[in-house]
């Protein structure tokens, strides 16, 4: 049965830093990428970044981009998510999650990934 797990969350200070993990079991997603996403109170889930298993490719969507950087532990089967200059708009629950399909272009839809954990809280206080 696979299952991702998310952890690191927390409460913060602006412009503080968290470090999230994402450690998948189950099975190794070789060829997949994985998706880390959000979701605050009262708003849809949003797609903040992915990474490539195979090669290690990122990319980030425009509200975080510069701040925040994915990488990957082949050994661990564990994805990071590094969040650096942390602000008081990026209070949400994070996921993780695998996309679907192995496609070339990323794709930044919810409903593309499964496998989705269970999520952790951060909290950025200003």
């Known amino acids: 049965q696979v299952q991702l797990v998310e952890s690191g969350g927390g409460l913060v200070q602006a412009g503080g830093s968290l470090r999230l993990s994402c450690t998948a079991s189950g099975r190794t997603f070789i060829s997949s990428r994985m998706g880390w996403f959000r979701q605050a109170p009262g708003k849809e889930r949003e797609f903040v970044g992915a990474i490539a298993w195979s090669g290690g490719s990122t990319y980030y969507a425009d509200a975080v981009k510069g701040r925040f950087t994915i990488s990957r532990d082949y050994a661990k089967n564990t994805v990071y998510l590094q969040m650096n200059s942390l602000k008081p708009e990026d209070t949400a629950v994070y996921y993780c999650?695998?996309?679907?399909?192995?496609?070339?272009?990323?794709?930044?839809?919810?409903?593309?990934?499964?496998?989705w954990g269970q999520g952790t809280q951060v909290t950025v206080a200003s």
């Open positions: 999650a695998v996309d679907r399909h192995i496609r070339v272009v990323v794709t930044t839809t919810p409903d593309e990934y499964e496998y």
